[in-house]
């Protein structure tokens, strides 16, 4: 049982450049999303899935596209990368939607770090 | 939606001392509380959570207490060794929409 693996773990883009961040989970969950973390930034939200075919803006998504063609994967693609978009990239996934005051367990990708020049 | 407020932002211990993080939350029908636990490099993970029926629950070395007319629950580490040195989020939000903070920062001094 992998959990949720990311694939690339480490990526440096140029200004411009388009990119795919993989992300898949091998626990039939429903819902999965995707965050970005700055220093003193905390986890923002940038998009979500509640399954296939499903899929929402978070509080950051702009210069980010998802899609949820399959139940395990939720791949993040970044059109033009920005230097703004420099970031350590984590993918998340559980069994079914957050509910606030619900129980749910999150699982977390290890993480990519993108860096863009 | 659930707001949740955590304090402090930051905590330093010696290696020993206990750790107590807090977080206060808005929605009284809350009845669910989880505690996240990043380490440097990895990604978030559940460490301990406490239901609302249930005033306290301990897992070795850590535990959670939870005071709902006050509306807050906490963090407990006793005997912190340096390994405890991470971030820990006490996540909110709303439907769909999980948020996790800026967290605590811990920091175990040996």
């Known amino acids: 049982n992998a959990g949720v693996t990311q694939t690339p773990k480490f990526q440096v883009l140029k200004t411009g450049q388009s990119m795919t961040l993989q992300c898949a989970q091998d626990m039939n969950h429903e819902y999965m999303s995707w965050y970005r973390q700055d220093p003193g930034m905390g986890l923002r939200l940038i998009h979500y899935?509640?399954?296939?075919?499903?899929?929402d803006q978070g509080e950051v998504p702009n210069g980010y596209n998802v899609s949820r063609s399959t139940t395990e994967d939720f791949p993040l693609r970044l059109l033009s990368a920005a230097p703004s978009q420099t970031s350590v990239y984590f993918c998340?996934?559980?069994?079914?939607?957050?509910?606030?005051?619900?129980?749910?367990?999150?699982?977390f990708g290890e993480g990519s770090w993108l860096t863009v020049v | 939606g659930e707001n949740v407020e955590q304090h402090p932002s930051t905590l330093s211990v010696q290696e020993g001392d206990s750790a107590v993080i807090k977080c206060t939350y808005s929605d009284s029908a809350s009845n669910y509380f989880p505690w996240y636990k990043q380490e440097l490099g990895k990604g978030p993970q559940l460490i301990i959570d406490?239901?609302?029926?249930?005033g306290e629950k301990k897992d070795q070395r850590i535990a959670v207490t939870l005071n709902k007319t006050a509306k807050h629950f906490s963090l407990h580490i006793t005997e912190t060794q340096p390994e405890d040195s991470a971030v820990y989020f006490c996540p909110g939000g709303s439907q769909g929409n999980l948020i996790f903070g800026k967290g605590t920062k811990l920091s175990v001094k040996p």
């Open positions: 899935s509640v399954g296939a075919g499903i899929t």
């Open positions: 406490i239901r609302s029926n249930v």
């Open positions: 998340a996934s559980s069994y079914s939607m957050y509910s606030p005051g619900y129980e749910n367990t999150i699982y």
